[in-house]
């Protein structure tokens, strides 16, 4: 795994096989004709508006159009396998999210390898996750929660979009960090999910904050902690899940990869026009809408947090025997 990530960064950080003349008349005249993003999930979803958002702007910046074709299925693996059959010539990009660090450990019949197959260009933007509640139930905090949780073992529903999503995940790290006994209840998908937490049939899921905030600010959800690091603008007198239960942390993410071997400078690129139009008012704004944050790092950085993310994730998924079957 080591040697794997380190070819990672590496190609992160531009070290292609390519003769210096040809990168550099690459880069010059890139782009010439319109270039793909791919997207592993359907229309409508923050990874899809996120993907939308910035290939608008690279259109605008570039002179070229940036088209958005969605390839859903198998945790994003239909998309990443068409993906890696691409020419790597920076003319079709890959829209990846924490689902790619997840599928990393989760399907090993695809014919895709995160490390291997993908230079990494830009972050785009992290999404957070909120713990939230039906207002109906017994408990208000989130050390409450805890300990009616210990205090009647497998008596609590825990909603997700599915087995090995990104709700059931975080669930699975909150189950090993705290020790509790609840009952995973998934569903297809979060919006299916999401309509049972409002009607009382489940009590208690792991949500993305641009799916919930409404609800919360309607009552009709009770937040209990935000999964990021830091509290968040949106909702700043909820704490975070560590500030109860040090070290949980737990963000889903976007960000865009090119196929290995693309051309530095393409990369380098794509990665300055990306980092610039999230530091645009506007896209910034729309960011904040979403409650999510803007994502801005290097090529070598978002290297370093996808592989980070593959490999804190794979110690969940398989702590916790999570699997695709």
Known sequence: MKIRRRRFLRLAGGAVALSAFSRIAAAQVYPTRPVRWLVGFPAGGSLDLGGRLMAQWLSEQLSQQFIVENRPGAGGNIAAEAFVRAPPDGYTLLNVSIADAFSATLYDKFNVDRIRDMAPVAGIMSVPGVLVVNPSVPFNTLPELIAYAKSNPGKINVAS??????????????KMMTDVDVVHVPYRGGGPALIDLLAGHSQVMFDTAPTCLEYIRADRLRPLAVTTAIRLEALPDVPTVSEFV???????????????NTPAEIVATLNREINAGLNEPKIKDRIADWACLPLALSPSDFGRYFAGEIEKWAKVIRGANINVE
């Open 161 to 174: 979009g599915g087995n090995a999503s990104a709700q059931h995940i975080y669930l699975e790290l909150f």
């Open 246 to 260: 040090p070290g949980f942390e737990g963000s889903g993410w976007h960000g865009v990869c090119a196929p290995a």
